[in-house]
Structure formats: structure tokens, C-alpha cells
T-cell receptor
Framework: SQTIHQWPATLVQPVGSPLSLECTVE??????LYWYRQAAGRGLQLLFY??????ISSEVPQNLSASRPQDRQFILSSKKLLLSDSGFYLC?????????FGEGSRLTVL | AQSVTQLDSHVSVSEGTPVLLRCNYS??????LFWYVQHPNKGLQLLLK??????LVKGINGFEAEFKKSETSFHLTKPSAHMSDAAEYFC??????????????FGKGTHLIIQP
């Protein structure tokens, strides 16, 4: 069966520090992969999606970037975090017309 | 263009009473529609989906939703609320014609509160 892992689960970082969130999928090949963000009191915002290795589409301009170095690995990064980057980040993959989500990463920027 | 509107940001019901979470969509195409649930600090879990088969869709945990094309609605219901149903619920629409990110659009969510 397919599983999706996301880490770290929680992260507290100072403003200006770098960020790396990692997501891996098991049990499927060539999945479409997604990074979403939930800010407090807001819905889900699609940040990036990828249909294959090295193929990244950005949905909104921001302080973040994404990479897909391997088929089932999706990384969310920032060189310098802003206060507004705080939120709950969710990785997901799609299959059979559905989205399957990871458990999320809670980022607090102080 | 497509959009999805969840009509209530918060819904509060007593345990054992019915639940109704409302969702309206707009789409130029025949949509696929989904309801996801999110418990605090967790990822989203699929409750049920409509993909142009039966208009009344049954999901997990006793939830169901009815697709009404004439009303462009896909409301989520449950006959009897349980304390464990307290969570955030998202209505999602997807175009068959696809598009970026599989053409998915999320509603802003409805926070369901269960009173003991």
C-alpha cells in the first residue's frame, strides 16, 4: 500500500534562518506531488506541484522553493525565513483522482 | 473557472444530533467533488467523493453527501454527531478536464464543534 511521510513534524526557527521540509512517498511510482500551506484561520493554499523529477510548478510567488531530486521525494526550502512563513505545511500525492496527505509540519518562525 | 464555497465557517451541534455542512460549487464542466476531514495538527483524510456515478455518496464514519446539480450543491450530512467528529471539513472540486495541480480547488473549510 502507498504511504507518505513528512518531516519534521514541528519546527521552530528564527527569522532569517533556512528551512528544509522533506516528503517521501512509498508504494507508488511517478506520483504527482504537492506542497500546501495552512496559515492560521485560512484554508489550504497550494504552493508547488510536481509531475516528475526536476519538474516544479509554483502557484504563488513567495519566499519558498521546492525541489524533486528523486521520483518519490519532494523538498520544500527557504534560504531566509520570514515571520509570514509560519503555518502548517502539508505534502500530498495524487492517485486515482484523489489526494493523499502527509501528517503535516508545523513551522513557527520567531 | 471553478470555485467552491463552504457556506459556514463554524457549525456547532450537540452530540447525537444531525450534522449538516454546506458546500456549493461553480464549474463549467461536470465536476468531481470531495469532502476531506482534518483533525487538529493532522493531515487531511478523504471522507467521500462524487465522480458522476450515484448522486448519494456514502463515506466513512457514517457521513454521506448528495450531489444536486440543479442546486450546484454537495452538502455533507451525518444523522448523529459523535464527539470524535469535531474537526475541520473541506469541500473540494475538480474539473474532469484537468489542469494545473489536477484542477483541484479547496473550500475555506468548516470547523465542526460538537457540544456534549
Amino acid at each position: 500500500s502507498q504511504t507518505i511521510h513528512q518531516w519534521p513534524a514541528t519546527l521552530v526557527q528564527p527569522v532569517g534562518s533556512p528551512l528544509s521540509l522533506e516528503c517521501t512517498v512509498e508504494g507508488t511510482s511517478n506520483p504527482n506531488l504537492y506542497w500546501y500551506r495552512q496559515a492560521a484561520g485560512r484554508g489550504l493554499q497550494l504552493l508547488f506541484y510536481s509531475v516528475g523529477i526536476g519538474q516544479i510548478s509554483s502557484e504563488v510567488p513567495q519566499n519558498l522553493s521546492a525541489s524533486r531530486p528523486q521520483d518519490r521525494q519532494f523538498i520544500l526550502s527557504s534560504k531566509k525565513l520570514l515571520l509570514s512563513d509560519s503555518g502548517f505545511y502539508l505534502c500530498a500525492w495524487s492517485g486515482a483522482g484523489e489526494l493523499f496527505f502527509g501528517e503535516g509540519s508545523r513551522l513557527t518562525v520567531l | 473557472a471553478q470555485s467552491v464555497t463552504q457556506l459556514d465557517s463554524h457549525v456547532s451541534v450537540s452530540e447525537g444530533t444531525p450534522v449538516l455542512l454546506r458546500c456549493n460549487y461553480s464549474s463549467s464542466y461536470s465536476p468531481s467533488l470531495f469532502w476531506y476531514v482534518q483533525h487538529p495538527n493532522k493531515g487531511l483524510q478523504l471522507l467521500l467523493k462524487y465522480t458522476s456515478a450515484a448522486t448519494l455518496v456514502k463515506g466513512i464514519n457514517g457521513f454521506e453527501a448528495e450531489f444536486k446539480k440543479s442546486e450546484t450543491s454537495f452538502h455533507l450530512t451525518k444523522p448523529s454527531a459523535h464527539m470524535s467528529d469535531a474537526a475541520e471539513y473541506f469541500c473540494v472540486v475538480r474539473l474532469y478536464s484537468g489542469g494545473g495541480a489536477d484542477g483541484l480547488t479547496f473550500g475555506k473549510g468548516t470547523h465542526l464543534i460538537i457540544q456534549p
